[in-house]
Nanobody, 126 residues
Framework: QVQLVESGGGLVQAGGSLRLSCAAS????????MGWFRQAPGKEREFVGA????????AYADSVKGRFTISRTNAKNTVYLQMSSLKPEDTAVYYC???????????????????WGQGTQVTVSS
């Protein structure tokens, strides 16, 4: 079993920055692809970005490309989401997710992932 715990959310003004962290425990962290998703009230959970197990390849949603950066430190079993130039429309609960190594499907979809954190709230004021 894998446990994921997000932290770093909060309230920030538009144009500001936040860094979210996701700490993983349980199985071998280096086997996982890691993803970040977000869900605003009344909306479906949507893909934000993902990183491969090595950290060398990342993917981002068009809405955050150039503003958000994903990185990981396998030695610390942690993945990060650095968010800059935040906009009010970035307000959501942010979730990290991990697959279990099966690599089934498209990493932009929730079905690719097997484990989820509890989420952390990000609120961007205008």
């Amino acid at each position: 079993q894998v446990q994921l715990v997000e932290s770093g959310g909060g309230l920030v003004q538009a144009g500001g920055s936040l860094r979210l962290s996701c700490a993983a425990s349980g199985r071998t962290f280096t086997n996982y692809y890691m993803g970040w998703f977000r869900q605003a009230p009344g909306k479906e959970r949507e893909f934000v970005g993902a990183v491969t197990w090595s950290g060398t390849t990342t993917a981002y949603a068009d809405s955050v490309k150039g503003r958000f950066t994903i990185s990981r430190t396998n030695a610390k079993n942690t993945v990060y989401l650095q968010m800059s130039s935040l906009k009010p429309e970035d307000t959501a609960v942010y979730y990290c997710a991990a697959d279990n190594g099966r690599r089934s499907g498209d990493l932009r979809y929730t079905s690719f992932y097997d484990y989820w954190g509890q989420g952390t709230q990000v609120t961007v004021s205008s």
